[in-house]
């Protein structure tokens, strides 16, 4: 498992589940009749909304840590920091949309999944810094 | 044309537009008397917010399907399904900036292209892991 | 210093500060009582949560530009110009939540380094185009 393949079929996962949080928000914005280009208006379509955000905004932050963690870390430890942020986000984006208030623990998961990318990066970086 | 330069310059062009419709926005702002750090209060102040809005969230899932397309497959496909994204997306910011309604073409090539991206990339990325 | 460990760690500071401003959100919707999903309310919530969006919108679009100058121009330009990107957008945070008004010069400094690694890259992928 020691190649780049993984990080990749991660980062093309978390592609997908932005994609499938933005439907969502497409199929809301028609069903509770919130018509372009309002972005409130309806609870429903609000939890949508907030979740395909929230996934975006951390799929920003999430893949250049992935990558970085792959590069300078490597694949194996970005396959499976990337692999439990997944499962966060999914979690999250399924318990917001039928209760805001469960949305808690898949968060957490995905943020410390992302913690310890970032971490594992910078340890990663630091040290080719001081060997090279 | 087989060589990195070119999905290169599909996203400076694409980081490009970006900057194009947060500088539309801008203009709204002081036209539309829309002070920050409100985000409501004039419809035409409210297109130019979700062009940018969506632009931009299609970015970030377009830059990195254009790159594992490049990389995994080859900057040919990726240059060229790229290229009908960028089309698709500044027909849509024109379009939604002069009449919401008339959004969905450029809209719907955007999507067809970033969906050849996923899947080509995909198809590169389990290929290789199967040959590997 | 001519190696791609500086960039690396140009991107580690700048998710960091993805994550300090979307920490500021989170606390700032406890402490003025605007309860998920709505992100109106209040006006420090407000601000708070058009600094994060603010600084992720420029996020997205200064990582791949700080990597197209690294791999196309140099490190050295790279880090330079993102190090005045970083400067520029920590002083725009800081003082937006202050007071609104005095966020202009973080981020025309923001920019200007920004526009640096949009005109660097530009110019690095064209010269390898026709060299090439």
């Known amino acids: 498992m020691n190649d ?33 280009p309002a972005t409130t208006g309806h609870e ?13 905004e951390n799929a920003v932050v999430f893949i250049p840590a992935l990558w970085l963690c792959a590069l300078f870390v490597g694949p194996l430890t970005a396959t ?7 499962v966060g986000r999914i979690w999250y984006a399924v318990a917001y949309l039928h209760e805001p208030k ?12 992302w913690g310890g990318l970032m971490i594992a990066a910078s340890w990663g970086v630091l040290r080719g810094m001081i060997a090279g």
Request: charged share 10%; hydrophobic share 60%; with cysteine.
């Open 4 to 36: 780049l393949h993984w990080p990749a079929l991660v980062t093309l996962a978390a592609l997908a589940l932005c994609f499938a949080t933005a439907a969502i928000v497409g199929k809301a914005r028609v069903r509770y009749r919130v018509a372009a």
């Open 44 to 56: 429903m379509f609000e939890r949508a909304f907030r979740v395909q955000m929230n996934t975006l």
């Open 102 to 113: 469960s949305r808690g623990s898949g968060f957490v998961l995905a943020y410390v999944a």
């Open 80 to 86: 499976t920091l990337g692999g439990l942020w997944l």
